[in-house]
């Protein structure tokens, strides 16, 4: 039996430039029109989503190289990469559970069809798509002077955002 590879859209910009909202409003209208979404969101910089002083931060100060934490609502896995590598992406895709469609905030190197996002109120301001050829669309708050063939969106657009990346990716109806 293989395994298929879950269908990957990627939303791609420099920092303040509206990959988060963009991200939200994705999920909440993928979701809505009964899809299961993932998501993946790269950092670049140290991060923690754990509490001082809670049960699970003392367990991975005290050195453990997984802490699990369970509940009746949700889980997480925190793995503590203590001088190891950061995991690739493809190690990273390979751990989430089946879904239809995995939105990556971030990673803009990795070779996956992506949206950029642009703002006017974004740190910078100069366009990734003449570089990155797996730029297929763009959606801004401005006018975009320099999209050649590329769909442009106004970045706040969702549903045909939404619909445009159903297309690209040739995702189908929902498995439920």
Do not use: Q
């Not at 993928?30 to 670049?44: D, L, P, V």
């Not at 509940?71 to 896995?77: L, Q």
């Amino acid at each position: 039996m293989t395994i298929s590879r879950p269908k990957i859209f990627g939303i791609a910009g420099w920092k303040n430039s509206g990959k988060t909202g963009l991200a939200v409003r994705l999920v909440t209208e993928f979701t809505r029109r009964g899809y299961r979404i993932s998501t993946i969101k790269h950092a670049h910089h140290d991060f923690d989503i754990d509490k001082v002083g809670a049960d699970s931060f003392r367990h991975r100060e005290a050195g453990a190289h997984e802490v699990t934490i369970a509940s009746g609502t949700r889980y997480a896995i925190m793995h503590e990469l203590r001088g190891e590598p950061e995991p690739s992406f493809e190690e990273i895709l390979a751990r989430l559970a089946p879904c239809d469609l995995i939105l990556i905030e971030g990673y803009k190197r990795e070779p996956i069809p992506k949206i950029e996002a642009r703002r006017l109120e974004a740190v910078n301001r100069e366009p990734l798509a003449p570089h990155d050829p797996h730029i297929v669309a763009i959606a801004a708050d401005h006018a975009v002077e320099e999209a050649g063939s590329l769909a442009v969106f106004d970045l706040d657009d969702t549903n045909a955002i939404a619909d445009f990346i159903a297309a690209t990716t040739g995702l189908g109806a929902p498995a439920r």
